[in-house]
């Protein structure tokens, strides 16, 4: 995997993103600069570079939860829409855990993974529920789905974050730097989930500073630094032979730490 130019192995069908000539200011700062880029279904991606490298708003703006100046975004062959209903239901189908959980804090466990599904999707209130406790059961939580966002630790609302990911049945999942709000010991059991459902073959990109996933996980790493895909490969290639000084200075940084 890995193919240069942006592009992800071929499977049947449109990729679930494409990114073509992707452009974000704010204000003078460039901080998506051109970007191409496709996934395929099935596909993990994780995206790793300096802070300010443009990997959060890559993120964001996959869902517009940032816009975008120039460029197009399409998810499944659908271009993004702008606003309203249409983007609405896409969003549905774009699944995104955040590094601050966003859960709602006046909502049960249980509500919060039943809220989407039942407002956006349309299932019933049983269905969902009976949903939600096999996603909470999965995720390793179910025995907390009475409590309170709060009357948790932040392993255990990440992984209720992922199972209100997975209940929406998105086509795809963002993960924007999951584990960077844990403590440490915390951090394992999120990234586990994550692992098992990257095996399970959820399409999923990753924004992370965690480079054991990325190399346990990921099919493919991009590398950005100011605002640009520098460098994309397989993570065995990437992490033991990084071609560009950008990669190789980075990687350096890290891994001696």
Known sequence: MGAPGGQAPAS??????????????????HVLNDITLDVARGEVVVVL??????????????NRLETIDSGSIAIDGVPLPEEGAALAS?????????QSFNLFAH??????????PVKVRGLTPTDA?????????RVGVAD????????????QQQRVAIARALAM?????????????????????????????????????????????ARKAADRVVFMADGQVV??????????????????????KILTH
């Open 144 to 155: 907390q789905a009475a409590k309170y966002p709060a009357q948790l630790s932040g392993g």
């Open 231 to 252: 460098e994309q490969n397989t993570p065995e290639a990437f992490f033991t032979a990084p071609r560009t000084d950008r990669a190789k200075d980075f990687l350096s």
């Open 129 to 137: 529920q009976a949903r939600a406790v096999e996603l909470l059961e």
């Open 169 to 213: 049945d998105p086509k795809l999942i963002l993960f924007d730097e999951p584990t960077s709000a844990l403590d440490p010991e915390m951090v394992n059991e999120v990234l586990d989930v994550m692992v098992t459902l990257a095996a399970q073959g959820m399409t999923m990109i990753v924004v992370t500073h965690e480079m054991g996933f």
């Open 107 to 116: 909502k049960t466990v249980l509500q919060n993974v039943t809220l989407g």
């Open 90 to 98: 896409l969003r549905a189908e774009v699944g995104m855990v955040f």
């Open 49 to 62: 570079g300096p802070s300010g490298s443009g990997k959060s708003t890559l993120c964001r703006a996959i």
């Open 12 to 29: 049947g069908g449109p990729p679930v993103v494409a990114l073509s000539r992707v452009n974000k200011h704010f204000g003078t700062l």
